[in-house]
């Protein structure tokens, strides 16, 4: 392992040097690298989600990877096509989505290891999406603080940004950087394996597939190129002058008051002072003076114009004009808008932006607030998160959730509340998510209320109970599920403070290569030790999607699930008898 991180170290250090890397595919026979990309993305979900064929992470073994080290150095792998299937969007529509096999997901994985290690130094700090240590909350919070001022929003959607990335432009791009043309060949291939559609197999001539390991990687790879292009013509070029003008019809009234205070007369000088406070101090149609903010994250990107609209258009123009020519990509009309900073609102990352203009808020003497940017919750988010738990205009029960026993049922509403909440802890009107909180407590009392055939109050007064906060108890709703010998489990929904926290955080669940010591299921695997019958030394990893898939205690709970449950973990190392053996006695009881 300690091999594997002096590689990612060199790849780091040439990253930010911007040397080429010319012997990139000699890493793919390095059986560390594969460890460490088996830690990273054996605990996701979609681990035990099959692809076109039934191999999922069940049955991981050190030889599976030895057998894909061989055929790499042969340059005999071949990627399987993916299976796919599609998820709803918000509008309607139909998002695709790829599920490649577990080994194409494991070699997957160390490639993104890899050009991660290299490319991310490189990237740009106005970049946000699939980067570790980043994510909505950073590109936002860096609006909210660096764009003071901005006079015009300038929204950009791609239109099927991962459908349509060119293969070739992407490779050529990876060429410029990677001089080793086998590892470029292992990515051709990996772009143009294919997929499966009602069994039926069909090609990929463009587009990274949604679902992919190393999708957002070269996603962001390509993107750079835009990013590059803002950044080094685009800013320069509507970026002038140090600070605005002074506004002389500011100057001349402050001159006339400060006459009107010599000469004492204070009616005159009250006056001037409110028309002061009317007038922008400095001239807000300078024309020597421009700023061109810039902000991505994935494919939607935003910037921020000071100047007329009509520079704003030509803005918009070029950018549109370098994703058509360049990267052979299309900007969405109907998400590409130029928004009036301080009579409309932008809408980015789910968030409403805006510029704040009020002369009567004062801070030290100044109008503080002019110019600033405004994050705010948009109404239609509230109405639409207000719509699951409503029915006919009030707040009702859900009848899916009645069969759940109490902890549950609290725990579920507890969990959506909370992550709507945190989500927009950086909005100035964070406060607005009352509104969920009403009908989300609402509809869980109502829900508890129609499992026990009681009443609203009745629930209500079962379950209310306070919890400390920073600012001082809050009543939320809590259950609590009993445990022998242990302390209870408890579910809370509510009791979180609707108040602005400018440094909220929401990075992306990136996993993060880790020393070698941290990852325990690989060093269980390498003692090649079954940890069932103890005798074993050629092994396995079997793994379960999860603890619920365990069964109950009891008599129908087989020996080798009992120890998973006793050890809490989800995978057991075991040798190829015992692994037979595990499939042949099934949980049969459900969680």
């Keep these: 392992m300690q091999k594997a991180a002096v590689v990612l170290g060199v790849l780091r250090e040439r990253g930010e040097r911007k040397l080429p890397c010319t012997q990139l595919y000699r890493q793919m026979f390095n059986k560390d690298l594969y460890l460490m990309a088996y830690g990273n993305i054996y605990p996701n979900k979609g681990a035990m989600t099959p692809g076109a064929s039934e191999e999922t992470a069940d049955g991981m073994s050190e030889a ?38 577990w080994s194409d997901k494991l070699v997957g994985e160390v490639i993104r290891i890899l050009l991660e290690a290299y490319y991310d130094p490189q990237f740009s700090d106005n970049s946000h999406g699939f980067r570790r240590g980043r994510g909505c909350h950073t590109a936002l919070r860096e ?34 950087k990677i001089h080793d043309s086998r590892f470029l060949r292992l990515i051709r291939n990996m772009l143009r394996a294919g997929y499966l559609e009602d069994w039926e197999y069909r090609e990929t001539f463009s587009g990274c597939p949604q679902g992919g390991v190393a999708s957002p990687v070269l996603s962001n790879i390509y993107l750079n190129k ?20 002074d506004n ?31 007038i922008p101090a ?18 939607d990107h935003i910037l921020g114009f000071t100047g007329p609209r009509a520079e704003a258009e030509q803005v918009k123009a070029r950018i549109a004009g370098f994703l058509r020519e360049t990267l052979r990509l299309e900007l969405n009309d109907a998400k590409t808008l130029i928004t009036h900073a301080r009579t409309q609102r932008a809408r980015f990352l789910g968030y409403d932006i805006t510029v704040q203009h009020d002369n009567t808020k ?95 109050s009745k629930m209500a007064a079962r ?15 809590e259950a609590r599920r009993k445990r022998e010998g242990k302390k209870d489990l408890v579910a809370r929904s509510g009791g979180i403070i609707l108040q602005r926290d400018r440094y909220a955080v929401i990075r992306d669940p990136r996993p993060a290569p880790a020393a070698y010591p941290r990852k325990e299921l690989i060093s269980r695997l390498r003692q090649r030790e079954c940890e069932l019958c103890e005798t074993g030394t050629t092994v396995a990893v079997h793994q379960v999607t999860g603890l619920k898939a365990l069964g109950q205690p009891g008599p129908g709970q087989p020996a080798w699930a009992a120890l998973m449950a006793k050890k809490r973990r989800k995978t057991l190392i075991v040798c190829a008898a015992c692994h037979d053996w595990i499939h042949e006695n099934p949980v049969t009881q459900a969680a």
């Design 64 to 101: 599976k990877i030895e057998q894909i080290i061989g055929l790499m150095r042969q340059e005999r792998y071949r990627f399987a096509p993916a299976r796919r299937t599609y998820i709803p969007k918000k509008n309607g529509k139909l998002r695709p989505l790829g599920m490649p096999s």
């Design 248 to 278: 002389p019809e500011y100057d001349r009234v402050k001159y006339q008051l400060r006459k009107a205070r010599q000469n004492g007369n204070r009616a005159q000088a009250r006056d001037l002072k409110a028309l002061r406070r009317r």
């Design 362 to 456: 004062l801070t030290g003497g100044r109008r503080s607030a002019n110019g600033g940017i405004a994050l705010k919750v948009p109404p239609d988010v509230i109405k639409a998160q207000c719509a699951r738990y409503r029915l006919h205009g009030k707040p009702w029960h859900r009848p899916k959730l009645q069969n759940l026993d109490d902890y549950d049922i609290v725990r579920l509403y507890g969990a959506e509340y909370q992550g709507v909440v945190n989500y927009y802890l950086l909005a100035q009107d964070v406060y607005r998510l009352n509104t969920l909180w009403w009908y989300s407590t609402t509809s869980m009392l109502k829900t508890m209320a129609a499992k026990h055939h009681g009443t609203v």
């Design 143 to 176: 609006i909210s603080n660096t764009w003071t001022g901005t006079t015009w929003f300038i929204e950009g959607d791609v239109s099927d940004c991962f459908g349509r990335l060119d293969h070739e432009i992407l490779l050529g791009i990876l060429a410029e």
């Design 463 to 477: 379950y209310k109970a306070k919890v400390k906060t920073r600012n001082g108890p809050r009543t939320c709703f």
């Design 226 to 245: 835009l990013d590059e292009f803002i950044e080094q013509e685009l800013i320069p070029q509507y970026t002038r002058g140090t600070s605005r003008k």
């Design 282 to 299: 400095r001239d807000p149609t300078d024309p020597g003076y421009r700023r061109l903010k810039y902000t991505r994250y994935a494919d």
